[in-house]
Nanobody
Framework: QVQLVESGGGLVQAGGSLRLSCAASGSIFSIIVMGWYRQAPGKQRELVATITSGGRTNYADSVKGRFAISRDNAKNTVYLQMNSLKPEDTDVYYC??????????WGQGTQVTVSS
């Protein structure tokens, strides 16, 4: 069982930056990929970025060149550095983790609001 705790959301002006953090606990060494997703009310949750245990990254087209996902194994934490933020980035952001045996864990979500 993996537990995820997100932090770092908040209010920022357009063009500004935020860094989201997701701290994992529990069966952390079973994790093979972690990612960030976002979801607006009534909308489908969409992928933002993922990072594998080997460090391979993947990004949604809408955030390429602006967001960067990274990890700190010593702290069991994954980060999402968000730069050049746009009002369209306003959403609840969720961290997730996938184990080698197919289990999926989700964080509680953290609100990101970008003002014009």
């Amino acid at each position: 069982q993996v537990q995820l705790v997100e932090s770092g959301g908040g209010l920022v002006q357009a063009g500004g930056s935020l860094r989201l953090s997701c701290a994992a606990s529990g069966s952390i060494f079973s994790i093979i990929v972690m990612g960030w997703y976002r979801q607006a009310p009534g909308k489908q949750r969409e992928l933002v970025a993922t990072i594998t245990s080997g460090g391979r990254t993947n990004y949604a087209d809408s955030v390429k060149g602006r967001f960067a996902i990274s990890r700190d194994n010593a702290k069991n934490t994954v980060y999402l550095q968000m730069n050049s933020l746009k009002p369209e980035d306003t959403d609840v952001y969720y961290c997730n983790a996938v184990s080698g045996y197919g289990k999926v864990a989700w964080g509680q979500g953290t609100q990101v609001t970008v003002s014009s």
